[in-house]
């Protein structure tokens, strides 16, 4: 069955420490992958995408996500947080407009 | 900048009642989702919407729900008889085309059966 994975639900780090999210997804063919991101309060939005090309995608706000084909991986990074990047993060596989959600991880950043 | 919006924000029902959740797409966007989060689980998909016809949908969908583009600019969700388990976030979405494209979602319908 196809299905994507987060491996934390919960994250908390300080500002200027070092993000990584993991993702795995289980797909028979051709997938898409996003990161969408939840503030407190908005709804959902669209952090970066991979379709083909370049496996190292590059977001807004400094995220950036690489695939790697032979782990099913899709794992989210940001070098250096800051307080607003406090949110929820999903990670989405896409098959043929049916996306499937990871169950989310809760980021928290603190001062 | 475009986006998608949704009323009511929440929406508090009885056991039994049959409810309608609004969404207006963005403009030029020719297909169309909805999405739920029950409290503590994951965003679920419902169905796909495209051409004035269900494109997919999955086992949550069945007979106590319906979808509709009653103009050309909303996107309707009923739920005929609501149970206490549809208690839920529901999330419209839109997007251009149907893969390749990134789907834009609405702020939500808090949805409370009681």
């Known amino acids: 069955a196809q299905s994507v994975s987060q491996h934390n639900h919960h994250v908390i780090l300080s500002e200027a420490a070092s993000l990584e999210l993991g993702c795995n997804y289980s797909?028979?063919?051709?997938?898409?992958l996003f990161w969408y991101v939840q503030y407190p309060g908005q709804h959902l939005q669209l952090l970066l995408k991979y379709f083909s090309g370049d496996p190292l995608v590059k977001g807004i706000k400094g995220f950036e996500a690489e695939f790697i084909k032979s782990k099913f991986s899709f794992n989210l990074r940001k070098p250096s947080v800051q307080w607003s990047d406090t949110a929820e993060y999903f990670c989405?596989?896409?098959?043929?407009?049916?996306?499937?959600f990871g169950a989310g991880t809760q980021v928290v950043v603190t001062p | 900048e475009p986006e998608v919006t949704q009323t009511p924000s929440h929406q508090v029902t009885q056991m039994g009642q049959e409810v309608i959740l609004r969404c207006v797409p963005i403009s030029n966007h020719l297909y169309f989702y909805w999405y739920r989060q029950i409290l503590g689980q994951k965003v679920e998909f419902l169905v796909s919407?495209?051409?004035?016809?269900?494109?997919?949908k999955s086992e949550i969908f069945d007979d106590q729900f319906s979808v509709e583009r009653p103009d050309g600019s909303n996107f309707t969700l009923k739920i005929r008889s609501t149970k206490l388990e549809d208690s839920a976030m529901y999330f419209c979405?839109?997007?251009?085309?149907?893969?390749?494209?990134?789907?834009?979602f609405g702020p939500g319908t808090r949805l409370t059966v009681l």
């Open positions: 979405a839109s997007s251009e085309t149907q893969s390749y494209n990134e789907q834009f």
């Open positions: 919407f495209y051409n004035n016809e269900i494109s997919e």
């Open positions: 989405a596989a896409d098959s043929w407009g049916k996306l499937q």
């Open positions: 797909y028979g063919g051709t997938v898409n």
